[in-house]
């Protein structure tokens, strides 16, 4: 089966974090309290993406390894439905993500970049490899976004997505679409403020 017919069957998207909508970097700036303060990049073109994919039908969310202050904020602007943290082994949370929505393996879709994220990638329906993934993620992926992680994987993830499905174009008007307020209202985040 091909990439493009693995994809229009997509109903859920779930993302890695770390490599995947960051470039991979994790900076530990010193507290006061003596505790580091975690920070990480995320790409404004993922945000949209993923406003683009829940407008197209696309129920989205992340499962990462660490456990991050940084990634809770982003997930909360970004209105992401499935936030899992502190994951070692993906597919326990996999597991939960299909009892809760009623989905099959092969309505899923996993974006990840190393080895951690293969028991998933080796099981979902479309596995999508970053740019910058490690070569044993590369090899199992039926899809490999143009660009890396960080800077823009997600949105191509999501526009691979979504064109399979016939309906890029249509979404990308009504994300424009000044009348539609959903549209108006879905990636304004507000970051620590």
Do not use: W
Request: net charge negative.
């Amino acid at each position: 089966m091909t990439s493009e017919a693995r994809a229009k069957n997509i109903k859920v998207l779930i993302f890695d974090v770390d490599g995947t909508l960051t470039d991979g970097q994790i900076f530990v700036l010193p507290g006061p309290d003596g505790k580091g303060i975690e920070s990480k990049g995320f790409a404004a073109h993922d945000g949209l993406g993923i406003t683009l994919g829940r407008l197209g039908g696309l129920r989205i969310g992340i499962i990462t390894k660490r456990n991050s202050q940084t990634v809770a904020i982003r997930a909360r602007d970004l209105k992401l439905e499935f936030v899992y943290q502190g994951q070692a082994h993906k597919m326990n949370a996999i597991r939960d993500i299909l009892a809760k929505t009623g989905f099959t393996l092969d309505q899923l879709s996993y974006v990840g970049d190393d080895i951690v994220d293969l028991p998933v990638m080796r099981e979902c329906g479309l596995a999508i490899a970053t740019a910058n993934a490690r070569q044993q993620v590369k090899d199992v992926a039926h899809y490999i976004t143009p660009n890396p992680g960080g800077q823009g994987a997600g949105r191509d993830a999501i526009d691979f997505i979504l064109s399979a499905q016939g309906s890029l174009a249509k979404v990308i008007e009504q994300y424009l679409d000044e009348e539609n307020k959903a549209a108006e209202v879905a990636d304004v985040g507000v970051g620590n403020m």
